[in-house]
């Protein structure tokens, strides 16, 4: 049974920073592009980055310079670290994985975990 569980998440102040984790299990990590999206409040989910199995990264433009994906394929684990968080970022996160396909779309991914809220107080 496939599984990913993020963990990290929570409540800071702008400016802070959070390290997201994505464990997977029941899978082989190095053969998926792991991706992180997230979803606001009333909104739909949102790309936010992605690295695939070769090392390669992309982020949505908002993100840029601000957060940087990892990936630690002999652990299993996808990371995502965000610095100079703002209330816009204040979002439920969620790691994906993917074997092909688009990474914008979130229809073309494999596997999903439960998500973590990260909440960014003014």
């Known amino acids: 049974q496939v599984q990913l569980v993020e963990s990290g998440g929570g409540l800071v102040q702008a400016g802070d920073s959070l390290r997201l984790s994505c464990a997977a299990s029941?899978?082989?990590?190095?053969?998926?592009?792991v991706a992180w999206f997230r979803q606001a409040p009333g909104k739909g989910r949102e790309f936010v980055a992605i690295i695939w199995n070769g090392g390669s990264t992309s982020y949505e433009y908002s993100v840029k310079g601000r957060f940087t994906v990892s990936r630690d394929d002999a652990k299993n684990m996808g990371y995502l670290q965000m610095t100079s968080l703002s209330p816009n970022d204040t979002a439920v996160y969620y790691c994906?994985?993917?074997?092909?396909?688009?990474?914008?779309?979130?229809?073309?991914?494999?596997?999903w975990g439960q998500g973590t809220q990260v909440a960014v107080d003014s």
């Open positions: 029941g899978l082989t990590l190095n053969n998926y592009a």
């Open positions: 994906a994985v993917q074997n092909a396909g688009s990474p914008w779309r979130a229809s073309e991914y494999d596997y």
